[in-house]
């Protein structure tokens, strides 16, 4: 079964820009989560969707938005962005709400100049 | 708001011995535990996990261990390997699925 891909895998944006990132889940999976890693930060949580609905919201900004599909891919927008938006970028999935053990896709690394 | 917190940023252990990577919450509603690994250039891996029913899971050479009075959990990876070289984040779950992650510890195993 193939894991969770995220494209694209590097991104170099200029500051005032948005981008748009995404992923598509392991096939039977339907929520999707969305995280940036920082140095130091760890793993700050977006927010998750499942079933084209979101259900949990992280603390960030409203230029950070995202969606799902039918097909359960999700895309994640960054409007304006900014120079602390440099992260790399984490998609995880499950097959379920109820499921706790979320598989990661390799990240889209973001860098904003 | 660092519900969950990973002290050590770092850890470095000698190949064979113990690894005891730790993990402090705040947050009594989470009740659900896991820890992930991740290498470089790749996304964090699921490792073990506990529920917070319990005080211990063991899996191999890896055990978590969870005090639930103290908000307190760890793994601990004996023997350790050089494979074993990652980072670590440990996460805690609430019942509807709110996920919080740590800020991850970089395990060094030397042969």
């Known amino acids: 079964k193939a894991g969770v891909t995220q494209t694209p895998r590097y991104l170099i944006k200029t500051r005032g820009q948005q981008v748009t990132l995404s992923c598509s889940p392991i096939s039977g999976h339907r929520s999707v989560s969305w995280y940036q890693q920082t140095p130091g930060q760890g793993l700050q949580f977006l927010f998750e969707y499942f079933s084209e609905t979101q259900r949990n919201k992280g603390n960030f900004p409203g230029r950070f938005s995202g969606r799902q599909f039918s097909n359960s891919r999700s895309e994640m927008n960054v409007s304006t962005l900014e120079l602390g938006d440099s992260a790399l970028y984490l998609c995880?999935?499950?097959?379920?709400?109820?499921?706790?053990?979320?598989?990661f896709g390799p990240g889209t690394r973001l860098t904003v100049t | 708001d660092q519900q969950v917190k990973q002290n050590s940023p770092s850890l470095s252990v000698q190949e064979g011995r113990i690894s005891i990577l730790n993990c402090d919450y705040t947050?009594?509603?989470?009740?659900?535990f896991l820890w992930y690994k991740k290498y470089p250039a790749e996304g964090p891996t699921f490792l073990i996990s506990i529920s917070s029913i319990k005080d211990k899971n063991e899996d191999g050479r890896f055990t978590v261990f969870l005090n639930k009075s103290a908000k307190h959990l760890s793994l601990h990876i004996v023997p350790s390997q050089p494979g074993d070289s990652a980072v670590y984040f440990c996460?805690?779950?609430?019942?509807?699925?709110?996920?919080?992650f740590g800020a991850g510890t970089r395990l060094t195993v030397k042969p």
């Open positions: 947050n009594s509603m989470f009740d659900y």
């Open positions: 996460a805690a779950s609430t019942l509807n699925n709110d996920m919080r």
């Open positions: 995880a999935s499950r097959r379920g709400q109820a499921a706790y053990e979320q598989y």
